[in-house]
């Protein structure tokens, strides 16, 4: 069981940029695959990013490729979103998510994930 905790949300201006973190409980952290998904108010839930066990393999939505980076720190057990010239489309709640798996690969798919952590808030203003 992996417990998964988001922080950094918040209030921000369009252009702006926040960082979110994902702490994780588990100290086997490495070998998971994690992936960042959002969801806006009256929307499903959609992918944004996700990233392999050793973080050399990554992928993004179209929306916000250029602008959003993920990355890891396995000695940290934690998971990053850095988030770049923030659009009010950007609004959403964000949530990171594990898969445990044996390979060196990402998964974009939701049902793919097994943990999710509760959500942090992000909200981009015009």
């Known amino acids: 069981q992996v417990h998964l905790v988001e922080f950094g949300g918040g209030l921000v201006q369009a252009g702006g940029s926040l960082r979110l973190s994902c702490a994780a409980s588990?100290?086997?952290?490495?070998?998971?695959?994690m992936g960042w998904f959002r969801q806006a108010p009256g929307k499903e839930r959609e992918f944004v990013t996700a990233?392999?066990?050793?973080?050399?393999?990554?992928n993004y939505a179209d929306s916000v490729k250029g602008r959003f980076t993920i990355g890891r720190d396995n000695a940290k057990n934690t998971l990053y979103l850095q988030m770049n010239t923030l659009k009010p489309e950007d609004t959403a709640v964000y949530y990171c998510a594990a898969k445990w798996t044996w390979a060196n690969v990402f998964f974009t798919r939701r049902n793919d994930y097994d943990y999710w952590g509760q959500g942090t808030q992000v909200t981009v203003s015009s």
């Open positions: 588990e100290r086997t952290f490495s070998t998971y695959a």
């Open positions: 990233i392999s066990r050793n973080g050399a393999q990554t």
